[in-house]
């Protein structure tokens, strides 16, 4: 007991012990973090400024694009800088606030992908009813129900997980701080702790995906309806990339955070929570934005007006000169 009272820190695993391998992955990290930086600021960007970006779907998609952002800079940024400073130690403090941060965004990037599809099912399905059903009040009323909750499930985890002792080790044998490495490390009993994660990613994680299913296939029924051509080939196109995505990032976080972790390789679910904490980030502004036609005649409209206004001042200055 004596090591969990003064154990202050933590050490993260890293991918490889080796120092050419070490640089490979930070930088393998940094070109998808700065892609996916990129390409949501660019949504963010492109859905504030063109007013006829300012609908339900293209809010939600910008609020998609920061939480992606936020959530992506809480791993890997000290990812890569651990990779290429060989030092993996991170503080308690630091250990706790990632913790938080990383379910608290899984938690409302799940919520968020929920409301899109809902948000989808209602254009789709009920074309006359949508100003109604998704007018900006709830839209906003969805938004700040989905970060409160979140900020009372992320805090209630990370409490209960933080109130254990920790007296196995302080090694966590993952790139960032999660609950099934540290529940790993704790010298009390964790089968009550591990029930309750369980129990509520199934509950959470299983009735969104269960609803976004089921929005799809009401969604499919009626697309099949259409004639065959652009429209029903739109629908497809923005649909199957989605629960790809979705399905993706709930299987791999089912697996890594629901699997009993006294049957957990280091390598395998290091691995796996890329797929949960990187892919969706990395993914979602290309399925929501950049292969929308809205999203690039907006961006194709900013760089026109942009390369006008340098053209302008370009000129000015060689009159002024």
């Not at 970006?53 to 939480?67: D, G, K, Q, W």
């Not at 979705?246 to 697996?255: A, C, H, I, K, T």
């Not at 290091?270 to 797929?275: A, G, Q, T």
């Amino acid at each position: 007991m004596l090591n969990s009272t003064i154990m202050m820190g933590f050490l993260l695993t890293g991918f490889s012990d080796v120092w050419e391998l070490r640089v490979l992955h930070a930088i393998t990290f940094f070109l998808m973090y700065t892609v996916t930086l990129m390409g949501n600021i660019l949504i963010v960007t492109v859905t504030t400024l063109d007013r006829s970006l300012h609908t339900p779907m293209y809010f939600f998609l910008r609020n998609l694009s920061i939480l992606d952002a936020c959530y992506i800079s809480v791993t890997v940024p000290n990812s890569c800088i651990n990779s290429l400073l060989d030092s993996n130690t991170i503080s308690k403090a630091g250990c706790v606030a990632q913790v938080f941060l990383v379910v608290f965004f899984v938690y409302v990037e799940l919520l968020f992908l929920t409301i899109m599809a809902h948000d989808r099912h209602v254009a789709v399905c009920q074309p006359l009813h949508y100003p109604v059903i998704m007018n900006p009040q709830i839209c906003i009323q969805m938004t700040l129900a989905s970060i409160l909750s979140g900020l009372i499930y992320a805090g209630v985890h990370t409490g209960n997980t933080f109130r254990l002792p920790f007296c196995q080790s302080n090694v966590i044998h993952q790139f960032f701080c999660d609950i099934p490495s540290l529940l790993k490390l704790s010298c009390s009993d964790t089968f009550s702790k591990e029930m309750v994660t369980i129990a509520s990613g199934l509950g959470i994680g299983g009735g969104c995906f269960i609803f976004i299913i089921r929005s799809y296939i009401h969604i499919f029924s009626t697309v099949l309806k259409f004639p065959s051509g652009a429209d029903r080939k739109k629908a497809f196109s923005t649909c199957v990339p989605h629960i790809l995505v979705v399905s993706v990032f709930l299987s791999s976080g089912f697996y890594v955070y629901l699997r009993p972790s006294e049957n957990s390789s280091t390598i395998h679910d290091m691995v796996l929570s890329v797929f949960y904490s990187i892919i969706p980030p990395l993914f979602n502004p290309v399925i929501y934005g950049l292969r929308n036609e809205q999203i690039k005649y907006a961006i194709n409209k900013m760089k026109r007006m942009f390369i006008q206004e340098m053209y302008r001042k370009l000129l000015r200055l060689t009159l002024n000169y």
